[in-house]
């Protein structure tokens, strides 16, 4: 008896070590494979991000020399005219947008989870947005709100409507981008959305439809909350985005436009005083300021969704 429980304690031990070494293996090839985008981010965000803050302290100028000047470039944002007016344009842009792009995405992916007729064909018309560079939406968009001979206008025209200059005249010129870039989000949000609406049990209708709940009832009471981890997710890297506006204003509106105030974001102004003011220490410090920003919004949300998200 004594034999026999030595010899399978031996292999018992034989097997841990086996299994031990399997395991280290298979971490040692795992970092391995990640290890290039780990150093990717450690060099192109990570490191990038402390010499952002670094220079936020000094005033680094255009050929790297800088002198070191503690708080003042922060005064100086916080001292800035031009800081709070592209603030405003920002939380206009974000607050308008984000929602309506939410809820339009919603709604689109839940006719495209039904099934219709050239069902592929619309889920690759609604997603080509999102693979479409950003300068080719903006021309497309741009031409498209020309006051001249744009087809906004002549369409407008047809019907006995004037058209304006959309993107020159400053009472038009946000309303014109936020309209391009809820257009230009919903393919990713769709995607998303059809990614959350195929993971509900169907089960879940099947029982609901027996008592007798309707579509309208079984969207609120089912998919609404089976969804919101997949509306949380969305919310942020949506508010993320907004909040980082830059290619449809660098790209629509003419540095010359009258529009040019009225449309300016935080991240066009960091543009602005890095690349042609040549004040990349003071630009730096605006951009820290924008990070503390979303770094408060992500945290708040982060707190909140506890109240109302469902896992």
Same mark, same amino acid.
């Given at each position: ?5 030595d010899?399978?304690n031996n292999?018992?031990?034989?097997a841990l ?5 399997r395991k280290?293996?298979?971490l040692?090839?795992g ?11 450690a060099?192109f ?16 100028g ?18 800035d005219p031009k800081?709070p ?15 309506i792009?939410?809820? &339009?995405? #919603?709604? $689109?992916a839940?006719?495209?989870?039904s099934?219709?007729?050239?069902? +592929?064909?619309?889920r690759?018309? *609604?997603?080509?947005?999102?693979v479409?560079?950003?300068?080719a ?7 498209l709100?020309?006051?001249q001979y744009g087809?906004?206008?002549q ?7 004037e058209?304006?200059?959309w ?9 014109a981008l ?6 230009s989000?919903?393919?990713m ?5 059809l990614a ?15 008592d ?18 997949t ?5 942020i ?11 449809? &204003?660098f #790209?629509? $509106?003419?540095?010359t ?7 300016? +974001?935080?991240v066009y102004?960091? *543009?602005?005083y ?24 992500t945290?708040i949300?982060?707190k909140?969704q506890k ?5």
């Amino acid at each position: 008896m004594k034999a026999n429980t030595d010899i399978k304690n031996n292999q018992n031990n034989k097997a841990l070590k086996a299994s031990g070494k399997r395991k280290l293996n298979d971490l040692f090839w795992g970092y391995l494979l990640i290890l290039p985008t780990v150093l990717g981010l450690a060099v192109f965000y990570i490191a990038a991000f402390f010499q952002n803050l670094y220079y936020s302290f000094t005033n680094l100028g255009a050929f790297g020399k800088y002198k070191w000047v503690g708080m003042e470039n922060y005064i100086n944002v916080f001292s800035d005219p031009k800081v709070p007016q592209a603030l405003i344009n920002t939380v206009k842009f974000t607050v308008i947008s984000v929602p309506i792009s939410i809820i &339009i995405s #919603l709604f $689109i992916a839940t006719l495209l989870n039904s099934k219709i007729k050239g069902l +592929s064909l619309y889920r690759t018309l *609604y997603f080509l947005p999102a693979v479409t560079m950003p300068a080719a939406i903006a021309m497309m968009w741009k031409w498209l709100y020309n006051g001249q001979y744009g087809l906004l206008n002549q369409l407008l025209a047809k019907v006995g409507i004037e058209g304006q200059a959309w993107i020159a005249d400053p009472k038009f010129a946000m309303g014109a981008l936020i309209v391009v870039g809820i257009w230009s989000s919903l393919g990713m949000k769709i995607i998303y959305f059809l990614a959350g609406l195929q993971g509900i049990p169907k089960a879940y209708y099947e029982a609901a439809t027996i008592d007798g709940a309707g579509p309208i009832r079984q969207f609120f009471s089912i998919t609404l909350p089976s969804l919101t981890p997949t509306i949380f997710f969305v919310m942020i890297t949506s508010l993320i985005g907004a909040l980082q506006m830059f290619d449809l &204003i660098f #790209l629509m $509106i003419s540095k010359t436009s009258l529009a040019v105030d009225s449309t300016m +974001s935080i991240v066009y102004l960091f *543009y602005k005083y890095a690349f042609e003011f040549q004040e990349k220490g003071y630009a730096s410090a605006i951009s820290i300021v924008l990070f503390m920003i979303i770094l408060v919004i992500t945290a708040i949300q982060l707190k909140l969704q506890k109240k109302w998200v469902n896992y």
